[in-house]
């Protein structure tokens, strides 16, 4: 018996350490429960679109994108596309995926976000390094901020080179869908109609140029902001308007200064929530 317990002692003292450690991050389904990222990923091998919502500056969104990235790659035919790519610069991107040009001329060429080397470069090196097509999804910033100043209207007077770079014309927009009013409510005395038809563009664009590139017995994998795709709205939204017959699943980031149990504020975001500790570092 003595022997029995000697032997046990090294492992209830692993299982209590285990136990102890504090934990990074957890994945819940949209009902709160928890999931295993294994659990995640048989869910998302199965599907047409993944829209995977991070925060910008989350390290743990950025290596977990990676990692289902990586994952997925082994076992289906992935397309990849992201927001923080500008659809004018689709040439350079190309270019740089087929090693035409090299990263300096990449940057000299596209509107690199300020994170790019920590957080997307690894992204797009995955696809130089795999043959993956990666798509420039979002409007080019600054028709985005014509529709601020100006509404949509004034979109028509884009050349037809530009019209190219945007979803086609003219958009459906319903400023009643609850992550639009959030918008407003977030803004209180500074709301305006025209910031969420800001948003409404960039939502339509992406939805746009994923459909346009999207392939039959592929799986498009399109990084973008949490905001962009939360409670099913946003870019998927636009998805749904066009091809409700495909299969989507989407994927949010939160944080809280706790991980064990999710927020009511954040059940029902997406398919799949990753809870980040809010103590967790950030990349700028």
């Known amino acids: 018996m003595k022997k029995i317990l000697f032997l046990l002692l090294p492992l209830l003292v692993l299982c209590n350490t285990s136990l102890a450690q504090k934990q990074a991050y957890v994945i819940y389904n949209s009902k709160g429960k928890k999931v295993s990222y294994k659990k995640m ?12 919502g991070e925060l910008h500056n989350n390290p743990i969104s950025h290596w977990l994108q990676y990692e289902v990235t990586s994952d997925l790659n082994e076992e289906r035919d992935l397309i990849l596309g992201a927001e923080m790519f500008e659809a004018d610069n689709q040439i350079a991107l190309t270019k740089y995926i087929k090693e035409s040009i090299e990263y300096k001329e990449l940057d000299s060429l596209a509107r690199l976000w300020p994170n790019y080397k920590t957080d997307y470069a690894p992204l797009v090196d995955f696809a130089k390094d795999h043959n993956l097509e990666f798509v420039a999804t ?23 080179k530009e019209k190219s ?71 998927l939204w636009y998805l749904k308007q066009e091809r409700d017959d495909l299969n989507y699943t989407t994927i949010s980031t939160v944080t809280q200064e706790s991980v064990d149990k999710l927020l009511e504020e954040n059940l029902g975001k997406a398919d799949f929530i990753i809870c980040v500790d809010e103590n967790m570092t950030t990349t700028y």
Do not use: C
């Not at 990923?41 to 995977?52: A, P």
């Not at 979002?138 to 037809?160: C, E, G, H, Q, W």
């Not at 590139?213 to 870019?235: P, R, T």
């Open 138 to 160: 979002n409007i080019p910033r600054r028709y985005a901020n014509m529709v601020y100043k100006k509404d949509f209207a004034v979109l028509d007077s884009l050349t037809t």
């Open 41 to 52: 990923l048989k869910t998302l091998k199965k599907t047409d679109i993944v829209l995977f």
């Open 165 to 235: 770079w945007i979803a086609p014309l003219p958009i459906a927009f319903d400023i009643e869908l609850p992550t639009y009013q959030s918008i407003l409510k977030m803004m209180g005395d500074h709301a305006s109609p025209l910031l969420v038809k800001a948003q409404a563009i960039k939502d339509a664009t992406m939805a746009h140029f994923i459909l346009k590139n999207y392939k039959e017995d592929h799986l498009f994998m399109h990084y973008n902001g949490a905001f962009h795709s939360d409670f099913y709205e946003g870019i």
